[in-house]
């Protein structure tokens, strides 16, 4: 049998056929780099960032240029991932071959970035990366197989001198730099009110890192967070006041919340959530980072601590601009990209509706493919391959064993729908055609 290859972003890829699921339409979005387009909602969202975190010391070294092709070992092994960890399943995540894969988050190039601070590359305590990840996962409104993070750490020397009677070096510069941020916290035009009930029982700290530490640290991590959240909200907020016929609640002080969550590198680790029009809305996880990642980035045994948060940029983006289905961000339509400008946070008008066409697929599983279950997001890819952004939703609607001969027939129902034009029938009854083909050939399923 002759070797495959793919080209991802300029590198050819020897492919493994027990590995690799990464589809040419994939493959197709890693160039596009839409959080590095200064007049792109992810892209402005991004900046804006950025310069608020930067605004008080400029501690943080950018990085975005970052290829998503990464190894197993960026994106799992060095951050601590057990061997079963379902992040790591092929049903989740798009592997180029037995070793590469997309990177399916940012924190993939902390050890890399650690190691350029330890080296003296990176003359800056901290540094934030943002980047295109790629996930397995069903479609709708709001889920797409790419979207953005961005990776934000800063790290501190300890002073482990000792000097009897004096506080060690980091812990007052930490005190200092806290009373700093708690200080533009303050300043900020729309107050936070936060919610935290978390404490260390369930989520313990690490056994290197002192009480103070631990504290300082959190802290630090928390409000930098939370000034990033009341920064951009804000902003949202002042433009729902110019508008004249806006017809949602204006809040007047942005609420979150401090609740525990688990990270293979990081302890204790939390995520925030923040109260926006009636949903609590989880938007970035983040905690201290373990001393094992630390160490393998290159850092002496407990010479340094850490914090890291992973901020998910495309479902801030999506509310701030009031984007109503997450496709837009990937359409080429200048009726789109028009809308934007530089630096400046505004209300999208969607520039056309066309309505959506549902049909449904329904086959037989096989006795094979009952064994070796066809997974949900397996249905999407083929579905996806074929039709591309035509595709508003893919789901499983039924599901049902036959009495008598004990097979499984499931139901899939698509729904078909262009952001920017009219998809007549006799093209849905091709693409339709199509999926109905694929499925049989791909999995041998009887369609029905
Ligand atoms: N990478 C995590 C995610 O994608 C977020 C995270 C980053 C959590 C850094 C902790 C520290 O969910």
Redesign the pocket.
């Known amino acids: 049998q002759a070797v495959k290859a793919v080209e991802i972003n300029g590198q050819k890829y020897v492919t493994d056929s027990s590995y690799t699921n990464v589809t040419p339409s994939i493959i197709g979005l890693t160039g596009r780099s839409l959080h590095l387009k200064e007049c792109h909602p992810v892209g402005i969202l991004r900046e804006a960032i950025e310069k608020k975190l930067n605004s008080i010391d400029s501690a943080f070294t950018v990085y975005n240029e970052f290829k998503p092709v990464v190894t197993r070992f960026e994106n799992f092994d060095s951050l601590g991932f057990p061997e079963d960890h379902p992040g790591r399943s092929k049903s989740d995540t798009y592997y180029v071959n037995g070793e590469y894969l997309l990177r399916?988050?940012?924190?993939a190039h902390?050890m890399e970035c650690f190691n350029r601070i330890k080296s003296g590359k990176s003359g800056k305590p901290g540094f934030l990366i943002s980047a295109d990840?790629y996930r397995r996962d069903e479609i709708d409104r709001t889920h797409y197989p790419v979207f953005h993070?961005m990776?934000?750490?800063r790290v501190w020397k300890r002073d482990r001198s000792e000097v009897s009677g004096k506080e060690p070096a980091h812990i007052t510069r930490l005190r200092a730099e806290l009373a700093n941020l708690e200080e533009q916290l303050s300043r900020q035009a729309t107050k936070v009110v936060v919610e935290d009930d978390t404490s260390l029982e369930d989520n313990p700290k690490q056994e290197y890192m002192t009480d103070i530490e631990v504290d300082l640290c959190s802290r630090h991590l928390k409000r930098s967070i939370e000034l990033v959240m009341t920064e951009v909200f804000q902003r949202k907020i002042e433009s729902m006041k110019k508008l004249e016929n806006n017809t949602s609640e204006i809040p007047s002080e942005l609420r979150v919340r401090w609740i525990k969550?688990y990270?293979p590198?990081?302890a204790p680790?939390w995520e925030i959530e923040v109260w926006w029009q009636g949903d609590w809305l989880e938007l970035?996880?983040?905690?201290l980072?373990r001393e094992e990642v630390l160490q393998r980035a290159g850092f002496e045994p407990a010479s340094t601590i850490s914090w890291?948060?992973?901020?998910?940029l495309d479902r801030i983006a999506m509310l701030l601009f009031e984007i109503p289905d997450i496709r837009l961000f990937w359409t080429n339509d200048n009726r789109f990209h028009d809308q934007f400008q530089k630096q400046v946070i505004n209300t999208f008008k969607p520039y056309s509706k066309y309505p959506g066409t549902v049909r449904d697929v329904a086959f037989w599983l096989t006795k094979d493919n009952q064994l070796n279950k066809i997974h949900e997001n397996d249905v999407m890819e083929i579905v996806r391959n074929v039709a591309g952004d035509l595709i508003e939703s893919v789901k499983l609607v039924d599901q049902f064993e036959h009495p008598k001969t004990g097979r499984i027939s499931q139901c899939y129902r698509i729904n078909y729908q262009s952001m920017d034009r009219n998809i007549t029938n006799s093209e849905i009854n091709k693409l339709q055609e199509q999926v109905r083909n694929q499925l049989a050939e791909t999995y041998g399923v009887e369609v029905r």
């Open positions: 399916t988050h940012t924190s902390e990840v993070q990776e934000g750490c969550a990270f590198w990081t680790s970035c996880g983040c905690g980072v890291a948060f992973g901020l998910g």
